[in-house]
């Protein structure tokens, strides 16, 4: 690329979480630079927040839809190239569709939208426009998730056969939406977050990454859901057995009531001559398992990684990195995608490395797949929504 892409964001204001984390990220490689944004719903929130960020007043909105107008409206060199969307869940789908139909690129937080009929209108909004939408699963981005995916792809373990994937937090285990705590306020009300609490929250992780890594879709679930803390109206807690359509199966868990842990998300993949085991609380290694072989471990960062991992690496082996950069190789590879296109050339494989609009669609079929079958004390396995035309 010639210049530094632009970026705005929706969302990410005083007292957000995520939103410092997207701008870490997507300035992290110097691909990108934040030069608008309308960063709360209340104008004088949104604006302390632009002015902390040394924006210009005029690049500070007072509402999302304000800012797609009038960003449209500049030069071709000032304004933004694409918007990052950092809001709850419920506030995901209409500023979506209003960036594609502005010209703007999309990097949105995960789940894609609120139910599943509004992703497959993203999806469809995405094809129309041509334009990129990417979406923020974080744990594809680590150098040893792509590794683990790579040698599943080139047949090292055989056939796959079983999946374990889990992903246990204990933030939740005590009421603290009730305290004052806006991370758990909006996950736990169903007008924002949706049908789902935990399953919709960090499940969705879990599958995207069983399914990254392994290559494979899941076709039917079995499932329960809990809700263990009292006066919650959106599960806490749950746990799903999985059918996967190469005839493979598998465990799925996820909890916010795992009192004690931080965020334990581990993958085990078993296929016919081996397996593997990933870690994000230890995401720099990658241990192969063999029958008749002693067990490997695998590191990030040394030459004996495959070009996919390397391109994802940063930093020599033993130094480690982490969640931000496994969020920034998401916002890097999008960037170097959008620079490919506005040089006339095609994208490299790997920059075209990041889940998209289908990835979203696939997150949405299990929030409503789960949540039919945790709940349904008379039917034991459910399948998952076909997509329409397919």
């Not at 694409?82 to 990097?107: D, K, R, Y």
């Not at 139910?115 to 594809?140: F, M, R």
């Not at 935990?198 to 290559?215: R, V, W």
């Amino acid at each position: 690329m010639k210049r530094k892409l632009r970026m705005g964001m929706v969302g990410g204001g005083e007292g957000a979480f995520i939103g410092a984390i997207h701008r870490i990220a997507a300035q992290m490689d110097g691909q990108m630079e934040l030069v608008c944004g309308c960063f709360s719903s209340n104008p004088n929130v949104s604006l302390r927040s632009g002015r902390s960020l040394f924006l210009s007043d005029s690049r500070i909105y007072d509402s999302y839809k304000e800012m797609f107008e009038q960003e449209s409206r500049l030069p071709e060199n000032e304004r933004m190239d694409l918007v990052s969307i950092v809001t709850p869940n419920h506030l995901h789908f209409e500023p979506a569709i209003m960036a594609l139909e502005h010209g703007f690129h999309v990097v949105l937080d995960k789940p894609i939208t609120y139910n599943l009929e509004e992703a497959l209108l993203l999806k469809q909004k995405v094809e129309e426009t041509g334009l990129i939408l990417a979406l923020t699963h974080t744990y594809s981005g680590y150098p040893a998730v792509k590794e683990a995916r790579k040698r599943v792809s080139d047949g090292d373990f055989g056939r796959i056969r079983k999946i374990y994937v889990e992903y246990p937090q204990g933030w939740l285990s005590e009421k603290v939406e009730n305290s004052g705590n806006l991370q758990a306020s909006w996950r736990v009300d169903p007008k924002r977050s949706g049908k789902a609490g935990c399953m919709g929250d960090i499940g969705t992780h879990a599958l995207q990454l069983a399914e990254y890594i392994s290559g494979l879709k899941t076709t039917q679930l079995c499932a329960e859901l809990d809700t263990f803390v009292d006066g919650r109206q959106l599960d806490d807690d749950g746990a799903a057995l999985l059918r996967f359509n190469n005839g493979a199966s598998g465990v799925l868990m996820a909890s916010q009531i795992a009192a004690g842990e931080e965020n334990a998300l581990k993958i085990r993949v078993y296929g016919e001559r081996g397996g593997l085991e990933w870690s994000q609380q230890e995401p720099n290694t990658l241990i192969l398992k063999w029958n008749d072989y002693p067990s490997e471990i695998v590191r990030t960062g040394l030459g004996y990684m495959s070009g996919i991992a390397a391109h994802n690496t940063r930093t020599p082996g033993g130094h480690p990195e982490g969640y931000l950069e496994a969020f920034a190789n998401i916002y890097r590879n999008v960037a170097l995608t959008i620079g490919a296109r506005l040089e006339d050339q095609e994208p490299q494989p790997e920059w075209l490395d990041f889940p998209d609009v289908n990835d979203g669609i696939r997150g949405m079929q299990f929030i409503d797949t789960i949540v039919k079958a945790g709940y349904d004390e008379e039917t034991k396995w459910v399948k998952f929504p076909d997509e329409p035309n397919k």
